[in-house]
């Protein structure tokens, strides 16, 4: 997740409501990105009452979580946001079986922005790509120690101003799926494809149709693309109100070097205004497990 910008006044107008009521609880509450967590939640049909909120310390927030198990634990990799530092790194929460945090450990901190722990194995290995558009490349890192010890590998992609990195492996064929800053200098709106025949590749040639998807509602990845009784399904970003405001669930129905094409299967948006979910931007699910976020409205006497 990655700060917004100024193009977000013009997103936002149609949430005026909503951001009159937040100016007016100001004295009393703050919003906070906020982890959640839930073993029996489905995409399909995922309710707000099925989650476990993860909250975060007050001086900073968690976000862009991805979940990953390893001898019966549950680990879950996330953007932390200290705001003393205004910016964020990486770090891996251990959860208890009752889903508790019983352990933060950063993992990747650099001078510039960190988020979207993107965590894939390949050939036995685990390897990490973070967003890092502030670098102006597509790293890789590998995993040393789990879980918090990761080493630079190699870059994926050079001088690309990209976000939010998600593969997806068919019939030995790998896809690059990234939000691309467009030239207006929106983060949010252009979906770029690249292909390889090996993750691990420094050479991904791009995708004919480029951009792919070139829509606020629709282009920005939400967390990792999965199966679902055949069918291929990524999540995005509905940023068309404001940025991160809702997931989709899009089928990839056209995925070729040639043509791409989805079209969106479900969709999760906030509670009703006024209840204390306001915005939700990524999903990730294994094991059973699924993990969201959102921004919680917290209320200061009670934080």
């Known amino acids: 997740m990655s700060k917004r910008s100024d193009l977000l006044t013009k997103f936002t107008k149609p949430l005026l409501t909503e951001r009159i009521l937040n100016k007016l609880l100001s004295p009393f509450s703050f919003n906070q990105w906020t982890v959640l967590i839930s073993p029996q939640a489905d995409y399909q049909s995922m309710r707000w009452k099925d989650f476990k909120v993860l909250k975060s310390p007050i001086d900073r927030f968690w976000a862009d979580p991805f ?3 390893k001898d019966g634990q549950f680990y879950l990799f996330v953007e932390e946001f200290l705001y003393s530092k205004k910016r964020g790194h990486l770090s891996v929460l251990t959860l208890d079986k009752d889903f508790h945090v019983v352990n933060n450990q950063v993992i990747l901190e650099k001078p510039y922005h960190l988020s979207y722990p993107y965590i894939f194995e390949y050939q036995g290995e685990l390897y990490l790509i973070p967003e890092s558009m502030q670098n102006n490349k597509i790293d890789l890192y590998r995993c040393k ?10 870059t994926l992609i050079d001088n690309l101003p990209a976000l ?6 068919i019939n030995g064929q790998w896809w690059l799926f990234a939000n691309v800053e467009s030239e207006s200098g929106s983060t949010f709106d252009t979906l770029h494809l690249y292909y390889s025949d090996n993750p691990l590749s420094s050479n991904w040639t791009p995708h004919l149709q480029n951009p792919i998807v070139k829509n606020l509602k629709s282009a920005r990845p939400a967390g990792r693309i999965f199966m679902d009784n055949g069918k ?3 999540p995005s970003q509905d940023c068309a109100l404001t940025y991160g405001y809702a997931i989709n669930f899009n089928e990839i129905v056209t995925l070729n070097e040639k043509e791409y094409k989805e079209t969106r299967a479900h969709y ?3 509670p009703p205004i006024g209840i204390k979910f306001l915005n ?5 699910k294994i094991n059973g497990l699924v993990t969201i976020d959102a921004i919680q409205r917290r209320w200061r006497n009670n934080s």
């Open 67 to 69: 979940p990953w198990t």
């Open 145 to 154: 120690e789990f879980p918090d010890k990761w080493e630079y590998e190699k």
């Open 164 to 169: 939010d990195t998600t593969l997806l492996e």
């Open 232 to 234: 291929i399904i990524r």
């Open 268 to 270: 999760f948006k906030p």
């Open 280 to 284: 939700t931007h990524t999903f990730n």
